[in-house]
């Protein structure tokens, strides 16, 4: 079974990118993890030249990031120099350039960006516009075009599961199950793609109350020590065992804290 699933959606989001693109605009991409930005930026790279700086915490890094795309080698270069023979070859080459994964943006960093936005044209890609969050570089946003990008909605969401049907990447019966997929992913797609491929990586029959969560439950993904009840259950106001309906809902307390769980992890901070 082929495990991994293909980008999927956001065609305004790419025509818009592309319009964008031949326009030579600055382009701000901004929402939180796990939402697509990288992705996006690698599909419209298929389409258009594009370069793609994927760490940005340093200035070194970034020639670093970018040097090692080009082929070259820096061998006695300090940092100064590498970043000025960068600005010649990138204002010549004269193509966007894009800076994934921005945040805490030191001021050297800021510096070049913005440097860099004033001879060519530059697209960021964050998870915030906060000040606090984004650095130095939030006082040059003002010059880009701001692209939101929002989770699936439930329509998004059921036709991305559908799709990963017809290929073969989960089990059939999962059609039985969009909103409780949709729920759980809150409409991210990173964290979707992560369930599906929990539920993937077994056959299961999914049916019964929280049974999606039960089977995740199963490979790991959640823990189960909040569903460790003893029979039978008491209530200690009362002192009567606990109803099933009573059991039932602590069960599916306990799945939703589970799902919360597991969303923190595939999202990784």
Same mark, same amino acid.
């Given at each position: 079974?082929? !495990? *991994?699933? /293909?980008?999927?959606?956001?065609? !305004? ?11 030579? $605009? ?10 697509? !930005?990288? =992705? ?42 590498? $970043? ?7 204002? !010549? ?60 909605? =439930? ?10 049907? /017809?290929?073969?990447n989960v089990q059939p019966d999962a059609r039985k199950h969009l909103d409780e997929l949709h729920r ?16 993937? *990586? ?6 019964? /109350?929280?049974?999606? *969560? ?35 809902? =602590? ?19």
């Open positions: 079974m082929n !495990k *991994s699933f /293909a980008f999927f959606g956001r065609d !305004k989001e790419i025509e818009l990118l592309r319009s964008l693109y031949a326009l030579r $605009k600055h382009v701000f991409i901004v929402g939180p993890a796990g939402i697509g !930005k990288t =992705a996006l930026l690698r599909q419209i790279r298929q389409r258009c030249p594009l370069l793609v700086c994927e760490d940005t915490s340093s200035l070194r890094r970034i020639c670093d990031n970018i040097e090692q795309q080009l082929g070259w080698t820096h061998h006695k270069l300090n940092v100064i120099e590498r $970043k000025n023979r960068l600005f010649a070859h990138l204002e !010549k080459r004269g193509e966007t350039v894009a800076f994934d994964h921005v945040t805490h943006t030191p001021p050297r960093v800021a510096r070049f960006i913005a440097f860099l936005a004033e001879k060519i044209p530059v697209w960021i890609a964050c998870r915030s516009d906060r000040p606090n969050e984004i650095g130095h570089i939030w006082e040059h946003l003002y010059k880009f075009t701001r692209l939101e990008l929002v989770p699936f909605t =439930a329509e998004d969401t059921g036709q991305f599961i559908l799709e990963a049907i /017809a290929e073969g759980m992913s809150e409409g991210n797609p990173r964290v979707l793609e992560e369930l599906l491929i929990e539920l993937a *990586s077994r056959e299961y029959k999914m049916d019964g /109350a929280c049974a999606v *969560s039960t089977c995740l439950i199963s490979t790991g993904a959640f823990t189960r020590s909040t569903l460790r009840f003893k029979q039978p259950q008491w209530n200690a106001e009362d002192e009567r065992p606990a109803s099933p309906g009573r059991l039932q809902r =602590a069960s599916s307390a306990a799945c939703a804290h589970d799902v919360s769980v597991h969303r923190q992890a595939a999202l990784g901070g």
